[in-house]
């Protein structure tokens, strides 16, 4: 791998499928990019607009969803409502100036570990690409 | 009457505003006047006859309550928050642009030097397009900062009382407490920590929406809770205490009051909330979502339109 700084993804991974993918993507030994940083949540519909909104803004490069395949669900509906969200959160940050390869969607089962490791080498490529994000909230004040 | 030495001291000061906040304290009516007699007003340009240098002229710290409405979005606002917070013992930041950034709040969308070249020469109503804009010198303008913000993002602020216009409930009581000599603590919101929904007279039912409308779109009916009409109201995401006068007269909510507390970001809030509950019938892997949000055609407008310059991304992207 060439030199280049770490880059921060954030991904927030649903428990039941998507960090189970992980999971076996690490016991099976798959090498994937290190700029990733998952996080278990219960579900992909936990995923809140605020959590991604807020590792943008305190330095995240790229922030990761990934949840069960649709009509996979443990709670039957959850991915759907986190897919709704997604699609909402991303009109906000295409109007806020955030990339669209920074914040990205994926079903990811709970045997696809093969898949976890494909999309955070594909995800942190394109990040790289695009460099750090470097989130300013406040411009200084230099008087 | 008390002897002048005894009232509290009370000045009022204007950042980037319209001046609707000092408007709302007419909405007083009559007991402005047992106000006015109560305290002396040591400066107040919208209101009384007094000038920059009777609040410069005034010791440190001497003034009771100093309240500040507008956003800060030039040198001139800067200047006249660090003056009000050094004269003043309790800053308040009064109104929905003194709280959050409010209106002002949403140039942090663009770059301030657009907007004010846009403003000053661009316009097709203005004559003299060629005329450049004056920083320096007689006349000169004040130079804009590289964005807006709020208040307690500029100085230490001790109070908050947002809303466009401040509610009279919420001004009567920070007066009442004023008046009679009660401590405020600092951090204190004029505002309820419960949402608009708790004031709101609707009736709710079943959140499910088909479609969304924007609200000169549809007649929508004047009992039931218009967010379950398909009209976006940010009444879930935002503070109480103005008794949901805009939905109880038929308007949507639009989030003057800002974020619950906890919430930090009230936009996101409403975002997650109504992802919940525009749904698609028969929802399957293959439905189609491409139009669900369709109607949203301005997410920072629509979630972010007083509370852009204090929400957790603050501002678009720097260039």
Redesign the interface.
Known sequence: MSERKRLRIVALLCRWCSYAGADLAGVSRTKYASDVLPIKVPCSARMDPQLVIRAFSEGADGVLLAGCHPGDCHYLKGNYKALRRFMLLKKYTSQMGIEDERLRLEWISASEGARYAEVVNEMSARVAKLGPLNWRREIPIET | MKPESAKPKIAIALGATCSGCDYSLLDLGPSLLDVTDAVEIVYWPTGIDSKLEDLEAVEDGSIDLVLFDGAVVN?DN?EMARLCRKKAKSLVAFGSCGAYGGIPGLIN?GSPKKILLEVYQGLPSRSDKSEPLKFEGEGALPKM???A?ALD??VDVDVYLPGCPPPLKLVSSLFGDVLSGKPIAKGTYYASSRSVCYECKRVKENKDIATLHRYHEIQPDPKRCLLEQGIICMGPATRGGCEAVCCNQNQPCRGCLGPLPN???S???M??A???I??LSN???DSD?SA??DD?N???GS?YTFTMAK?????????
């Open positions: 040198e800067l969308t900062l590289g964005q913000y993002q500029v919430a930090e970001d936009g996101s809030e975002m997650s109504l992802a919940s525009v749904s929802e399957s892997k979502y669900i949000f949203i301005d997410t920072i979630f929400s957790l991304l603050g501002r678009r992207k720097v260039e």
